[in-house]
């Protein structure tokens, strides 16, 4: 199903990350297809299991308010085992796409909720969504992107000295968070980590209310989620929320290259 589209797109190549003309790591210069001077884009993610770095492919739209940047990098374009598929980079497209799918209602379990706010304030943390169903009851909504996704969830050190070239490209699973920690001791993020224990503290004190966390995982490659081994602390505070009423829904979509973005299903999550 259809739910979401940010077209039209541009496919291009980047060639320096952060930009030559700007050192934030969210900046980068792309080389256009049939163009010889670079442009600078914003590259709204770091990390991507370095999807978004340099020599990589990528599809980019016009940027909206252009000051320094005239495009946005949306789309990782992937070649695999001679295999070709796209991989959403953008975390407001996840927002952006569950807004869609609650009004279409192709989620099951969410499927008759109504949107009355976005970005509403509970305890600490604001959160992306608060839902009502027909009774009045509420629904608190957090929506967290997922692009990465492999073979393993395992170190790129240890990945490094596997060899995945029998496994079907299909067969990978997607992990949440994914990033840079001075320590591996330390979360990854600590703002998700906040949202976690907040859903589930709200959780606590109202059981009538639903608190639900879903991660949208923008690739196709993958048949399974879960919140990464390698962020200790986000993994328990996952495992301990789930037990605690707090519902994880993962769901899957996959982006055309005409950056039309379809519903394709729900995935197991593995605790």
């Known amino acids: 199903m259809e739910v979401y589209q940010i077209g039209p797109l541009t496919k291009g190549k980047i060639i320096k990350r952060p930009s ?7 900046v980068a210069d792309v080389l256009l297809d049939n163009e010889i001077v670079p442009i600078i884009a914003h590259a709204p993610a770091l990390g991507c299991c370095g999807y978004a770095d340099k020599d990589k492919d990528v599809y980019l739209t016009i940027h909206p308010n252009p000051k320094l ?33 609650l009004t279409l209602g192709c989620i099951d379990s969410l499927e008759n909720l109504s949107c009355i706010q976005k970005e509403k304030t509970f305890l600490n943390s604001r959160f992306d969504f608060l839902c009502k169903d ?20 395992i170190t790129q050190t240890e990945r490094k000295i596997k060899d995945y070239s029998s496994n079907d490209v299909f067969s990978k699973i997607a992990y949440f968070p994914d990033g840079y920690r001075k320590k591996k001791s330390d979360t990854v993020s600590p703002r998700a980590l906040k949202h976690v224990c907040e859903l589930q503290c709200l959780k606590e004190k109202d059981p009538n209310i639903r608190c639900v966390l879903i991660f949208v995982i923008q690739r196709p490659d993958c048949v399974a989620f879960q919140a990464s081994n390698l962020d200790t602390q986000y993994k328990e505070a996952i495992k301990n929320a789930h037990d605690h009423g707090v519902e994880i ?8 290259s005409n950056g039309v ?11």
């Open 249 to 256: 829904i993962p769901i899957q979509v996959h982006w055309d």
């Open 20 to 26: 030559a003309h700007c050192r934030s790591p969210y």
């Open 134 to 153: 027909k009774n009045g009851n509420q629904t608190i909504i957090e929506v967290k992107s997922v692009p990465c996704g492999d073979y393993e969830d």
């Open 69 to 101: 940047c005239t495009h946005v990098i949306h789309l990782a374009h992937v070649v695999e085992k001679e295999i070709t598929y796209l991989i959403g980079m953008h975390p407001k497209s996840a927002e952006r796409i569950i807004h869609s799918c």
């Open 261 to 271: 973005c379809f519903y394709d299903k729900i995935l197991p999550c593995l605790f």
